[in-house]
């Protein structure tokens, strides 16, 4: 009597269930809601931001007959692009960076490139509202009245001259991996630039430092601001459009490549 053995019947593995990863463009939505929501709960911080430049555009009504109306509020818009790019931003990534966040966000779906772009976003809305706010208190304190076309060039200039400070801000943040040690040199260059800056391109300083400064982040920004809200463009405006870009490429690239997700304590 012969005996059949037959071979074990093939068990067919379970199929492993496919993982849908998120898209980039709704990955970024969340991030940006997400840091708006941020910004909004931090808008005590955003209405000092506001009130520097504001406080100075009131108290700079008399200078008005003598340096001009663009002069005045290009040099108030430049203040308020410095807090921005330097309180603001900068102790914002300084501050996520020591809490541990970022290392959160990476081991997450989320590209790097949406992490950062949401938050610089969140930036550049911040310099339209600080600008369009201090367009209307230029108008409604101190009576200055410039032509349409002059506030829509200053708007778009003042988007490109924020990008000088913001680069400027990731480089602090990208050469100092301390937040408290952050928070004290965004607070210094801070008041240098005002210092210099500000106080520079009146001529209070001398003329070398006048000359300093006019070439400067300060003073090329304060310049093709100036240039705009008059509805000039002249071969310096030019010089100064390009020194802008200039430094915003230079800071961009040193910010980005000395940059660390996580804070070294």
């Keep these: 009597m012969s005996t059949t053995i037959t071979a074990p019947a093939k068990t067919t593995p379970a199929s492993t269930p496919a993982v849908t990863l998120p898209k980039p463009a709704t990955v970024f939505k969340n991030l940006l809601r997400a840091d708006l929501t941020t910004q909004w709960r931090n808008r005590r911080a955003t209405f000092l931001v506001l009130l520097i430049p504001a406080v100075i555009l009131i108290s700079w009504k008399g200078l008005i007959p003598k340096f001009g109306s663009a002069f005045v509020l290009a040099n108030c818009i430049t203040v308020g692009l410095n807090a921005i790019g ?132 300060y003073g090329t920004v304060e310049r093709i601001l100036a240039d705009a809200l008059n509805n000039v463009w002249t071969s310096t405006t030019t010089m100064a459009l390009l020194a802008t870009i200039g430094y915003t490429f230079l800071f961009t690239i040193i910010g980005i490549r000395f940059f660390r997700w996580q804070s070294s304590k």
């Design 86 to 217: 330097l309180m603001g931003y900068t102790n914002s990534i300084a501050r996520d960076r020591d809490k541990g966040v970022f290392q959160r966000l990476r081991i997450t779906p989320a590209p790097r490139w949406t992490i950062m772009v949401s938050r610089l976003t969140v930036q550049l809305l911040m310099i339209a509202i600080v600008t369009t706010i201090l367009f209307i208190v230029g108008y409604q304190v101190d009576h200055i009245v410039m032509q349409p076309s002059g506030y829509a060039l200053a708007f778009c200039v003042a988007v490109a001259g924020g990008a000088v400070y913001l680069s400027l801000g990731q480089v602090i943040v990208g050469l100092i991996h301390n937040a408290e040690t952050v928070n004290v040199v965004t607070r210094l260059v801070y008041f240098i630039f005002i210092m210099v800056g500000m106080f520079g391109s009146l001529g209070m300083l001398g003329d070398a430092i006048n000359k300093v400064s006019n070439w400067s982040p």
